[in-house]
């Protein structure tokens, strides 16, 4: 299974600053995925990112709010901009790799936990 | 649309007790369904999986059987150690989800020793 590294593991951040996480994986992936976890609550997908095409967003995220780079098979960084204190959260990297059946199963980094001031 | 429903938590069992999660799911399709964990201060890991009616995912002690009849995937685990405390999500996706995963709430389990 691949092994997926995130930076940083954790930061404090002023508000209206912005913060790049960057997600590094071990091997080539077509397909990465971001994701946000509010304090208790379960993983919400901020967007779809593969490589050589624009991120795809869901409904409530906005690139100019989290814009997405994806130069390669094995790198992919986003961007929290402009941030408020609902930013705070644990921001998750995850890729999928084909499986042996239908279930393409996906790994998940270690997580970012940012706290906006 | 597709859903997941997971049990409330946080559930408190003592060590080597009977573990169960339940977990009930809504998809037009058939989907594959997933148990992630969560340990503390952790990013989530793949537990088991199921891809067809009657499979019984298991890893690490804990099972899983996708019963289509009832839609469910409920987690069992015969005994229960104080390192399975984390929280648990259940899983789904299929075609209609474009395969994303369709994730519950997440159940916190918490073992007392």
């Known amino acids: 299974s691949a092994v997926i590294s995130q930076k940083p593991s954790r930061d404090i951040c002023q508000r209206g600053t912005s913060l790049t996480i960057q997600c590094q994986v071990d091997s080539q992936v077509t397909m990465m995925f971001w994701y946000r976890q509010q304090p208790g609550q379960s993983l919400t997908l901020i967007a779809t990112a593969n490589q050589g095409s624009e991120a795809t967003y869901e409904s409530g995220f906005v690139i100019d709010k989290f814009p997405i780079s994806r130069p390669n098979l094995t790198f992919s960084t986003l961007t929290v901009s402009n941030m408020s204190p609902e930013d705070s959260s644990i921001y998750l990297c995850?890729?999928?790799?084909?499986?042996?059946?239908?279930?393409?199963?996906?790994?998940f980094g270690p997580g970012t936990r940012l706290t906006v001031l | 649309g597709n859903s997941v429903t997971q049990m409330e938590g946080p559930v408190t069992l003592s060590e080597e007790a009977f573990l169960t999660i339940n977990c009930t799911y809504t998809?037009?399709?058939?989907?594959?369904l997933f148990w992630y964990v969560q340990y503390p201060g952790e990013g989530l890991q793949l537990l088991l999986k199921?891809?067809?009616a009657d499979d019984k995912g298991s890893n690490k002690g804990f099972e899983a059987t996708y019963r289509k009849e009832t839609t469910s995937f409920h987690l069992e685990k015969g005994s229960v150690q104080v390192s399975d405390s984390a929280v648990y999500f259940c899983a789904l996706s299929d075609a209609d989800s474009n395969y994303q995963l369709i994730w519950g709430a997440g159940t916190k389990l918490i073992i007392k020793p």
């Open positions: 199921a891809t067809k």
């Open positions: 995850s890729v999928e790799e084909a499986g042996q059946d239908v279930a393409n199963e996906q790994f």
């Open positions: 998809a037009t399709g058939y989907p594959s």
